[in-house]
């Protein structure tokens, strides 16, 4: 039974390993592999019970978080698609697996808590070396984000890391005084030493926010320790923390306008530090949280489901309030608002419960029950204390929460915060039977979720391997399919709409080709992807917009129109990134095109006036903004291929009337020519380009007409712009000649 202790104890080691190390941005597929080990040692702790001897735990707390964690996991599964209801689910497994092995590890797993934290935290410091060191940007994996004034580290992004360092650093601050071992705490200092040098060079403003919080609920649980130990230097050390922590207040207001300076790229000029000042801004979060506070007031109780917010932020964002310039909100930027849209007041008072709970009960119990604790188990919970208060402090300004590297580190410190130390009681049979069946529904959770997402990485990672070495069609047909294996495996719409646009792209190289089957077949290939990634999330934006683009190519024109109208009603205020309208408008000047080479003259201007409305109404969406040159000449163009069909339409119109109406209206003919006239003119740029065009030869003939007209001395009537647009519709299409276009 000890070993089995002692295989599930380094289990553990290796997960929070893994997972500090593979979840640590939004792809949540390379998580499998530590959520696998990780269920492997839930199941060996249930065989392995007898031998462990954990130290006992609050039942209270242990069952309300079990509850909560319930909560969220059926409020996600049931509430939402599974896309977004399984990425919830695995934050929610993460989180209660390492809380359980924490919680019931004993000894042997918190001392590998504390070794693999502190060597991941020291990963994270060389890898910020390095990226200050290097002018190639170097990151553990794709798509990371860093520039030079704010470093990830291992993380995709410099918030997380600062929020994974704020939950580990405290438990090496407490460490390294409780610890009598010399060389153990210099390494303790050296973790605490590096955390805070990264935490200052994330420059993230809501890390050095939570790290002030954390640091002064860390100083209240030292002092309870130290006044219920009546330790001698009680009042030395009231007098040093309230110093220390008077100093973190002070110093948060300069320390975050230093950070907001130096992401403005506000530099020191010649040596000398610049007088100016970087204006410290929201970008934008107090406006959606504000949003998701009225998203919470329309289903308060149970909320809209899992990562609902992110699509009904556009349907709640007022433009006339908030620029639509602004970045997609995919998260509130605020853990306890983004729960209560989501998940409601169950689920934000769950969560709101339970840290004030843990918080309360251990200030308790370090102050009261200290005889009941083991020695080495106080400054663990203490580091935890202030761990935990960090990272719900910065929950307050990010979604820190939503990384499985994150949750996992919560949950291993709330993991040590529910231990007591007590003696044992006798129990109720259901209280005794809680562990092994909290255990093992766990690790079927972990085990279900991580075998799927193992397998979904191992996938994507062959597919793209063989779609960038593959040269034949075949071959490039399989890796397709292989990623959407893996997406679908992996409950991945993001896979899904990687691949469909990648299949998109060999469909416009065979269409460059000229192998039209090719570009059929892959075609539908990339609306297939697109079609299971809405199935997965059928709020994706990215899919819904890519549909109609498939359909184009298709040439399957009426699902193409009703898939644009669509993405423009949903996604309006996304139009400077997403571009719904601007895309609209150029499938129905593409569709004008060929029903112009068809000699369908009348169905092409009407293609070409809904693109050039559809153009009005970006515009009109955009509000005030600058013509991006391409989309200037697309403009330019689509006003003059209307300009020449409404003047042809004029053209044939007052050639008729002047040469084969009975009586002839010569007056009329001069008024519809005049009008023909000015819409040639304002097209004469454009076929000017094609000089042996019909449009030019149009234009000779109309002029002289113009001229015999004047010198036979005809007067020509007046016509109301109703009466041309009238004339304009009864030609448009009817000339025998445009059909041989």
Known sequence: MKKIHLCAALLVGLSILLVGGMGVDLTYSRVGFGMLTLALSSLLFVFGAKSAQPLHSRRLLLGATLIAGTYFLWRALAGGPPGAAVADAILVAVFLGFYLASAYGGRSVLRLVVICLGISSL??????????SSDAQLFLWRDSFALKPMLSGVFGHYNYMAAYLNGSVFLFFALSFYTKKWWLRGLCVLVVLASVACLLASGSRGGWLGF???????????LSAMKAAKHSGFGVAIVVSLVALVAGIITARPVIQELTNRRAGIEEISGEASQENAQIHDGGRIYFQQLAFEMFQDSPVIGHGPRSFSYLALKYWDPEEHSIWNNNPVFAHNEYLQAMSDYGLIGVGLIIVLLFGYGILTILSLLFERGSHPAWLIPLKIGALGGVAAMAAQGFFSFVLHLPACAMVVGLLMGILVLDGKASSPSLPSVKFLRPIASLL?????????????????LYESGQSRLQASTQKSETIKALDQLKESATIGFSSDILEDSARQAME???????????ESEQVFAQIA???LLVAQDLDPHSSVALVMVPHVYDLMGNFPKANQYYELAME?????????????????SRYGQGLLASDKGEG????????????LIEKRTEVLNAWREAPADKLFRLELEARIALLEGEALYWQGDRVWKQARPRNPELAYALMQSAAMRYRQAEDFFKKEPRSKWAAQWTQLQENLELLKLVGTKPVELSQEAIADYINQEAGLDPSSRKR
């Open 123 to 132: 990963a994270n410091a060389v890898m910020v070396a390095c990226q200050v």
């Open 212 to 222: 002030i919080v954390g640091f002064g609920v860390f100083v209240v649980g030292g």
């Open 442 to 458: 766990i690790a079927s959770v972990l085990g279900f979720l991580g075998e799927r997402l193992t397998r979904s990485f191992l």
């Open 506 to 516: 060999q469909s416009t190289k065979a269409r460059e080709a000229n192998d039209l």
């Open 527 to 529: 609306l297939d992807h």
């Open 570 to 586: 949903r996604l309006k205020v996304r139009e400077p990134f997403l571009k719904p309208h601007l895309y609209a408008a150029r």
């Open 602 to 613: 009348q169905i092409a201007l009407a293609h070409f006036r809904k693109s050039h409305h």
